[in-house]
């Protein structure tokens, strides 16, 4: 029943909106920016990035088809903090900051679609900030799955998926791009990973989860 109400969520969003297409490299949201509006993806996939002074722009977020963005900004009326950029092309649901005020207060399934993205937006910085407190091998390992799990494609060869670079991982588990290249080499060899330009294939799931497990007990040791 819940799967059900979040879903007409989203249609009531849909009726309320505009579609508009997006590519890779498009910048959806601009932290800093007023929020003025609430999106719905439909199609693709993107990253929020937090701005960094530094020029590391850590990834602390994908998101895909049926994800809100840029909700908890329009709710509380607060700036973006932010950047929403697409990792392929793809389609959103703009929805006006207004609209989308009075919809929270009136309708029951647009709040229920809210209160899952905060749900699922709380849990998810919960696991990173666990995530951080382990070696760089897990944190590479339980990303790449995480990620090939929601928003990869199943093949008869393992998950499928795209649009991630090996920048995007580095920046994810804050490491170094030469220390994930030698992570992503010792998978390689291992028979775990498969990887090309932008896209990466787990090959098998469950070793490379117990391999993070088991890595993760080492270093707890």
């Given amino acids: 029943m819940q799967d059900d109400s979040r879903e007409r969520g989203r249609l009531a969003l849909r009726s309320a909106g505009r579609s508009a ?44 088809a049926g994800d809100l963005l840029g909700e908890i900004g329009v709710v509380g009326r607060r700036p973006r903090s932010a950047h929403i950029v697409a990792l392929t092309s793809g389609i959103v649901v703009r929805v006006p900051g207004d609209v ?51 928003f990869g494609r199943p093949t008869e060869s393992g998950l499928l998926m795209r649009g991630v670079s090996q ?24 028979g775990l990973l498969r990887t090309g330009r932008l896209w990466y294939q787990v090959l098998d799931p469950q070793a490379m989860e117990s391999l993070a497990v088991l890595t993760e007990s080492q270093t707890d040791q």
């Fill in 100 to 150: 989308f005020r009075l919809m929270q207060q009136r309708d029951d399934d647009v709040r229920a679609l809210l209160d899952e993205s905060w749900w699922q937006r709380q849990r998810n910085a919960d696991a990173r900030q666990l995530s951080q407190t382990r070696d760089v091998r897990t944190r590479v390992a339980t990303t790449l799955l995480s990620w090939a799990r929601d």
């Fill in 21 to 64: 297409s997006f590519r890779r490299g498009d910048r959806l949201i601009v932290a800093g920016s007023a929020s003025v509006e609430v999106l719905l993806v439909e199609e693709g996939l993107v990253k929020a990035v937090l701005p960094d002074r530094d020029g590391a722009e850590p990834v602390v977020g994908l998101f895909g």
């Fill in 167 to 190: 920048l995007d991982i580095a920046q994810a588990v804050c490491a170094s791009d030469k220390t994930v290249d030698a992570v992503l080499a010792s998978f390689r060899a291992s």
